[in-house]
């Protein structure tokens, strides 16, 4: 039996290392670079996936960074450069050779150069566009014009397409005959005369369809549009709610220009999960790991400078019952608890609403519902732990006002956060203010403020 359960244990473990890169392995890259080994080097990063060399290059500092990029010479992979962080992707660039950097550029998709050139600098993005060929960069430039975070920047310009009029044969006939594919697509797009997409149809339905069968009868069920100027956090959400694959992009006259893919909609849909969870902390989006102190410090700043005033602002509340505190001690030992229950009960209630508006499943048909919901649930867990607070006042303190004052306060805080952490990033998405970057700061200032002012006001009534 302990055995088994050892070996359950070893195989938790591995499951928690599963894609993280082997630390020995890591090891021999870096002692590599220190010999100045490129034959090493090379025979240690070539089974690596482009994924896993970013995650090398953001873990080790700059001076490991680059003497490896330095140390390695030759053709670097541009897949690498799309998957690092934007902080250290410019570090990168201005290290790579400029044949190499070329080279690496030329292999890619248009998403991803335009994923590539949008947030480098001026000079560093010209140098990218001016080793692509005229016409791949007419693309690139093209995507750039949309406004960004639309889905025209999303795009790739690549698109598979066919007549509607044509039938499987045909279709097959054109794709073979074409010496430059996308790396990825999944869907042959049908366009009518005026280049306007009618209907998808899978590889799948295709190749496994005679070739006399046409197009137009196995086109996909399930068929979305979107518009260039699209912001993308919308397109992510039709790919998730729609199941989507792939879906053309169209410009103002409903023209094909472009097609998104699922790979591209969920990387943002994920940054857009990422953002929420920092920006409820406080915490800048655009930091890394790799960040310096002083940039740290800079962006986390203006949150905690926010906090202060509100912390001052509980205090001024403390302050009007200084004379109830003096006089019983107690108040000051039990005061953090109903607001620390306060805040945690806001959090909850604040991170489903916060979470339940990006999803779009929190609407006007079903917000009060919501509200309410929150609010009973606040009342319920009130109630439980007022009465187990009670109990703690009257064992801890000989006296039954004093659990009768807090166990009052507790369901009243409890209430509040529910209320709170629902109504206030409700208000603020309806504003026009992200609910995520503002809500956590006005929860916590409510539920400090009613937390002290009901147990002290309270305290100050029963026991005085």
Excluded: C
Excluded at 150 to 166: C, D, F, I, N, T
Excluded at 358 to 380: P, Y
């Amino acid at each position: 039996m302990a055995e088994e359960l050892q070996d359950i244990e070893e195989t938790a473990e591995r499951d928690d290392d599963a894609y993280v890169l082997d630390r020995q392995a890591v090891a021999r890259i870096i002692y590599a670079v220190d010999i100045g080994d490129q034959a090493m080097l090379w025979a240690e990063l070539e089974p690596l996936h482009p994924a896993d060399i970013a995650d090398l290059l953001e873990q080790i500092n700059a001076f490991d960074r680059r003497r490896l990029i330095e140390l390695y010479g030759h053709e670097f992979d541009g897949d690498v450069l799309t998957e690092l962080d934007e902080s250290i992707r410019e570090e990168v660039i201005s290290i790579l050779r400029p044949e190499v950097l070329a080279e690496a550029v030329r292999e890619l998709e248009s998403d991803d150069v335009v994923d590539l050139v949008e947030d480098l600098e001026e000079g560093q993005a010209a140098a990218i566009l001016d080793v692509l060929e005229d016409s791949d960069r007419t693309l690139v430039e093209q995507s750039l014009t949309y406004p960004e975070y639309s889905a025209g920047r999303l795009m790739q310009r690549e698109v598979v397409m066919a007549p509607e009029h044509w039938n499987v044969g045909e279709a097959i006939d054109f794709i073979r005959n074409q010496e430059e594919l996308p790396d990825q697509f999944y869907h042959v797009t049908l366009v009518d005369p005026r280049l306007k997409p009618v209907g998808n149809v899978t590889l799948g339905k295709l190749m496994s369809s005679r070739r006399e069968v046409m197009l137009s009868s196995i086109v996909e069920d399930t068929f979305h549009t979107i518009p260039v100027a699209q912001d993308e956090g919308d397109v992510a959400y039709a790919f998730n709610q729609y199941h989507l694959i792939s879906a053309p992009v169209v410009d103002e006259d409903e023209r094909l220009v472009g097609v998104i893919t699922i790979d591209d909609a969920m990387a943002v849909l994920d940054d857009e999960h990422e953002e929420d969870i920092l920006r409820l902390a406080g915490v800048s989006e655009e930091g890394s790991l790799s960040d310096r102190v002083i940039d740290t410090t800079k962006r986390r700043f203006p949150w905690l400078a926010v906090n202060l005033v509100t912390a001052i602002f509980a205090s001024l509340v403390i302050a009007q019952f200084e004379a109830a505190i003096a006089q019983i001690v107690a108040l000051a030992v039990l005061m953090p608890i109903v607001a620390s229950m306060g805040g945690n009960a806001g959090t909850q209630s604040l991170t489903v609403a916060v979470r339940a508006i990006a999803t779009k499943d929190l609407t006007g048909s079903n917000v009060w519902r919501f509200i309410r919901r929150e609010v009973l649930v606040g009342l319920v867990n009130g109630v439980i732990f007022a009465v187990v607070m009670g109990i703690v006042g009257v064992l801890w303190f000989g006296g039954p006002e004093l659990g009768y004052v807090i166990g009052a306060a507790m369901v009243i805080n409890m209430v509040m956060a529910g209320l709170a952490g629902t109504v206030i990033p409700v208000m603020l998405e309806r504003i026009g203010i992200d609910p995520a970057l503002a809500s956590g700061a006005f929860v916590t200032t409510v539920t400090d403020v009613v937390g002290f002012f009901a147990f002290l006001g309270l305290a100050a009534m029963v026991l005085l």
